[in-house]
């Protein structure tokens, strides 16, 4: 018998993807930093679009928007994000927000589906004033004096004065509530190349790594580039350059198949051309969905640290400033975007772990959470040249849609 149930529309996810697309676009991507006005643009594109698919809802205290439905029945929530990195990608977030809102005018209005999809965006998963500030203020991990405190790490703005500007000062934030839903579920590119790779539509996200940041600083002696010999230095710079090489030599024995880590900025004191650097720090980060993993490679760290404080010239010390622990995805969220992928994708799909953080890790401690993700051209994300094949985005969007409606009807 032939299928009747209604499908995802592309060309109308198309349409919405390029509408949020010409909101802060620049060269082929996008830069549409939290709060910025293209941010709050997207906002509120989002909230008008909201009753198209029976849902209601306005942005919240913090920058959030949670679309509900009066419709009976249970509830599954999708989304992500409508911020995006500096000068960066068109499809980074809102992809996943597209999706969710094409199940929503999809299943809201389909009277043989139980329940419906609400529709969540969650603000600054980027990072732009904290560490997915939106959707842990939704699971309740978001102190008023975090917000307090937190500034833009562009142009240390504070948070207090952006939401004000935003006209959000004062407002509840939204908060989760027990029972309501059964399970998260969100989209986006995969941002890396094993699917396109592999000529595969459909990413099943089986976990996502926990990331793990420190601060590295080292401690040597501030002195004239000129008149200081060589032999008698205590030079911070060089002793952070040589224990980058020396991470990568002996991680490699210690690591996890997946592991990766990354020295993401480096600021040397004073950093002037004609003064020996008196003091060095490095922001260094470790990805892995195994904490024993992680906890091997912090021993390894610490005792690394050590040995170069021992030997000299200069002193290091490690301080870990982040811990983020994985999250593992639903097997029944993940056998239903497999089944929706075998019917609506020739079941090109993969299980696989994502190597990025999502506000899905966020909401898989408080709900059951699945992740979907399409492939990405060249791997390439976090830079305005991201992209996705037209017919991957659209298949995508079907498979979504389907396995929304296989979850509802579990």
């Given amino acids: 018998m032939p299928d009747t149930k209604p ?6 996810v198309l349409a919405d993807l390029h509408a949020l697309r010409a909101l802060g676009a620049y060269k082929t991507g996008v830069h549409k930093p939290t709060f910025s006005e293209p941010h709050r643009q997207s906002l509120d594109w989002l909230v008008r679009k909201l009753p198209d698919a029976g849902l209601t809802g306005a942005i919240d205290g913090i920058g959030n928007i949670v679309g509900k439905s009066a419709k009976p029945g249970p509830k599954l929530l999708a989304g992500s994000h409508l911020e995006s990195q500096n000068y960066a990608g ?9 999706y969710a809102l094409e199940a929503a005018r999809v299943l809201n209005a389909d009277p043989s589906v139980k329940g419906a999809v609400e529709v969540a965006a969650w603000v600054d998963e980027e990072g732009h004033f904290g560490s997915f ?10 102190g008023e004096a975090e917000i307090d405190t937190a500034r ?7 948070m207090r004065d952006a939401l004000a500007d935003m006209g959000l000062a004062g407002r509840p934030r939204i908060a989760s509530e027990p029972g309501r839903h059964i399970g998260y579920l969100e989209a986006h590119i995969e941002q890396g190349d094993t699917l396109e790779s592999g000529k595969l539509a459909i990413g099943v996200v089986t976990s996502i790594v926990g990331i793990w940041q420190y601060r590295i ?3 040597g002696e501030q002195n004239h580039a000129g008149t200081t010999r060589m032999a008698v230095r205590k030079d911070a710079g060089l002793a952070l350059a040589k224990f980058c090489v020396a991470i990568d030599e002996q991680f490699p024995a210690a690591c996890g198949p997946r592991t990766v880590w990354t020295t993401g900025r480096i600021t040397l004191d004073p950093g002037a051309p004609s003064i020996i650097p008196g003091g060095a720090e490095m922001l260094f980060q470790i990805r892995d969905d195994d904490p024993s993993v992680i906890a091997r490679l912090e021993q390894l760290l610490d005792t690394m640290a050590d ?47 994502s190597g990025a953080g999502h506000d899905a890790q966020m909401l898989a401690t408080v709900m059951p959470a699945g992740m979907l993700f399409v492939p990405s051209i060249g791997g390439i994300s976090h830079h305005w040249t991201e992209n996705t094949d037209d017919a991957d985005i659209v298949t995508g969007a079907q498979v979504f849609v389907d396995a929304c409606r296989r979850i509802l009807a579990r």
């Fill in 7 to 12: 499908h995802a529309n592309g060309e109308r």
């Fill in 90 to 98: 068109w499809l980074d977030g809102p992809l996943g927000v597209v």
């Fill in 133 to 142: 500030l939106g959707s842990r203020s939704y699971v309740g991990q978001v």
């Fill in 152 to 158: 833009d790490r562009t142009n240390g703005r504070a």
């Fill in 217 to 219: 600083t080292f401690t």
């Fill in 307 to 353: 040995e170069v404080s021992a030997r000299g010239p200069c002193t290091v010390i490690v301080e870990k400033i982040r811990t983020g622990a994985p999250a593992m995805m639903n097997a029944g969220f993940q056998d239903a975007i497999e089944a929706a992928s075998k019917a609506l994708a020739g079941g090109r799909s993969l299980r696989m772990p």
